[in-house]
């Protein structure tokens, strides 16, 4: 059994073994090394591959050859950071196609919501994951089951899709190198979320985190929290909060941690919201926040009402809290 998993990846993986993709990945790498020793920044979209059916497939085996044959004497290159996150978001995707085979017959003692069953678990993670990371991944539940389960006999297997439609491995715009040592690397990749959003058509952009570790001469990641997965506690990376404040006239970035919790904690409490069709008013003050992949786009009023715009078309979601929340955005702007 083993020896056919192996063939059904090794299928998928042949795919890419062509003069031509070898010398675009070539030519990619050496560029993608030169902007990254320039900067240590990506201000482009990298390069992703498109998702397509079978070009999906061709394209995570790319990328997954790079990761497991390239060895990496040099520093943490745009390239590096790219096929991790491509690759690790392809595993968390409800519908990748490309390391899972879609069952037939579901077993029955596997949680509910499990459709997939993957090809060889051990040969599409260990290249890509520490212990330490590979034991969050297994952690990850979503709606209470988990995202990835190991049965007892040792087959591991993927839920299906259930709230999903965002494809990660493909909004990245950029990174940041937040520190970084021979051996281990902390990098902030931002990313645009994808779908028609607030008010005003705007798609608002993400941070998350990925910790970096060079183990076997190659980086794997030890640390990372999927946007739509929830985690023990053990395995929660805090990020950042980003909060920024805009009136219509006046517009601050707060860099108190303290002011930052504060208003991310009242946003996080706003519970039994109201569907409207009326939208928020032009006086309002705008908070957007990020906060561990969370991201908060509202609209709060000096009544109290907040709106919140991050999905919002033709309605809103209309929230009722104490005005004081108002007076304390208007003094933080002032």
Not at 75 to 88: G, K, Q
Request: with cysteine; charged share 25%; net charge negative.
């Amino acid at each position: 059994m083993e020896k056919n998993r192996l063939l059904c990846l090794g299928l998928v993986l042949c795919l890419l073994l062509t003069g031509c993709l070898r010398e675009e990945e070539q030519s990619q790498s050496s560029q993608s090394e030169t902007d990254s020793q320039s900067s240590g920044t990506s201000q482009e979209k990298p390069d992703l591959p498109i998702r397509d059916g079978a070009g999906l497939s061709e394209a995570v085996a790319r990328y997954f050859i790079e990761q497991r044959d390239q060895v990496q004497d040099g520093p943490l290159t745009e390239a590096d950071v790219t096929r991790l996150w491509y690759l690790v978001n392809t595993l968390y995707d409800a519908d990748d196609i490309a390391f899972v085979d879609d069952m037939t017959e579901v077993p029955d003692d596997i949680p509910t919501g499990i459709t997939s069953r993957f090809l060889d678990f051990k040969e599409a993670t260990q290249y890509l994951f520490t212990s330490h990371g590979l034991e969050q991944l297994l952690a990850a539940q979503m709606a209470g089951t988990p995202y990835i389960y190991q049965a007892p006999n040792g087959d591991v297997y993927h839920r299906g899709p259930y709230k999903t439609g965002y494809f990660y491995q493909q909004v990245m715009t950029g990174y940041q190198i937040v520190s970084s040592d021979q051996d281990s690397a902390q990098v902030e990749v931002s990313w645009k979320i994808m779908g028609p959003l607030d008010w005003e058509k705007e798609r608002p952009e993400a941070f998350t985190t990925l910790y970096l570790k060079r183990e076997d001469s190659r980086w794997k990641v030890d640390g990372y929290n999927f946007p739509e997965a929830t985690y023990p506690e053990e395995f929660t990376i805090s990020e950042e909060i980003r909060v920024k404040l805009t009136d219509g006239e006046k517009s601050v970035s707060l860099s108190d941690t303290a002011e930052k919790e504060q208003i991310v904690a009242r946003l996080g409490e706003l519970t039994a919201g109201t569907l409207v069709q009326e939208a928020p008013p032009q006086d309002c003050i705008a908070v957007q926040a990020v906060d561990n992949g969370r991201v908060y786009h509202m609209s709060v009023a000096s009544d109290g009402r907040v709106w919140d715009t991050l999905y919002a078309e033709e309605e809103w979601v209309l929230y009722q809290t104490d005005p004081s929340l108002y007076q304390e955005l208007q003094e933080l702007l002032a």
